[in-house]
Each structure stands twice: as structure tokens, then as C-alpha cells.
């Protein structure tokens, strides 16, 4: 069945075992998934219902206010594993918002390129410095929080030393 990557989010981690809605919130931020999943506290509710409409999750019942309790189901597990597998396998480009920037890029003048790539560093340095403190806690809990952390870094690594040889080309210029 055809999900979309917010429903494949959350159905990985409704595969690590049931949780509330608010618990999964609480694991987005921890694992820094905001970072490049475009998911907002509010449309995990939502995303939640869809799966429940799908048959790909549940919730055991709940009294009055009481908070719902969500699970995976056979049929979320069958289809998060083909995606899974699928997204793997399959080559995209990523980084899109950086490359369209790039590719456009030639109509902003030499002095905001280089602001616009001091910026970036600034941001691309404190996030690295970030993960590389998140790494071993995370590396720990999960394998495949550990393995999306250590992607991270050394995507995180690359783009760094990509800024950074702009700026020094722009300096060559000069």
C-alpha cells in the first residue's frame, strides 16, 4: 500500500513498539527528524488517523480523555518493510531546497553568495557539533536511529566541505 514518508515515519516508529502521540512527538525531536521531515506536532494526530483508515496502525480503546495508545499492524509492518526497502534501494537526490538554491544561484551578486554561504556554514557547524554529541546516546537506543545519525554526520561532513571550498574558491578570486 502507498504511504507517504510523514506515514513511514511514524510507522517506524510505531514499529519499535505502541506509543502515544504525544511520545512520538517527544522521539521526532529527539532524534532531530524535523530536520528534514516535514511533519508538525498537530498532523501527528492526523497522520495517525490515516493510518488507523488504512488498516496500517490502531489504537487500543481509550475511556473519556484518556490518551490513545497506537500500535502497528500486520498489514503496517508489510508495507513499512516494502517502502523501506524500496526508499533504500532507490537513488533520489537530496538536499533539494540547497540544489535549487545552486542552480539559481547566478542571479544574486558575489556578495550575498558569500553571505549566503557563511550562513549556511555557521548553521551546518552547530549542527554538526550537535550531532556528533547525539550520536552515541542514539547509537545505543536503536540501530536505525544509529544509522540515521551517522548518514547525518557525514551528510552534514560533506556539505561543510562543500561550503567551505566555495568560500575559499570565492577568497582565490579576490
Not at 1 to 8: A, C, D, I, N, V
Request: glycine content about 8%; some cysteine; proline content about 3%.
Amino acid at each position: 500500500m502507498k504511504t507517504t514518508s510523514t506515514e513511514q515515519l511514524i510507522l517506524g516508529i510505531l514499529s519499535e513498539g505502541p506509543e502515544y502521540g504525544y511520545r512520538i512527538e517527544g522521539i521526532i525531536e529527539k532524534r532531530d527528524m524535523r530536520k528534514w521531515a516535514d511533519i508538525g506536532f498537530s498532523s501527528i494526530y492526523y497522520v495517525l488517523e490515516k493510518l488507523e483508515k488504512k488498516g496500517l496502525a490502531t489504537a487500543e480503546p481509550s475511556r473519556g480523555r484518556e490518551k490513545k495508545r497506537y500500535f502497528i499492524t500486520e498489514s503496517g509492518k508489510e508495507s513499512l518493510r516494502e517502502e523501506t526497502r524500496r526508499q533504500i534501494a532507490e537513488r533520489r537526490p537530496s538536499n533539494t531546497h540547497l540544489m535549487t538554491g545552486l542552480a539559481n544561484s547566478h542571479c544574486i551578486g558575489d556578495e550575498e553568495w558569500r553571505l549566503a554561504l557563511e550562513e549556511r556554514r555557521r548553521q551546518l557547524a552547530w549542527d554538526y557539533a550537535a550531532l556528533q554529541k547525539k550520536l552515541p546516546l542514539e547509537e545505543e537506543k536503536s540501530p536505525s536511529a544509529g544509522r540515521l545519525f551517522r548518514l547525518s554526520e557525514r551528510l552534514l561532513r560533506a556539505e561543510l566541505d562543500f561550503v567551505e571550498g566555495e568560500l575559499e574558491r570565492m577568497e582565490g578570486k579576490g
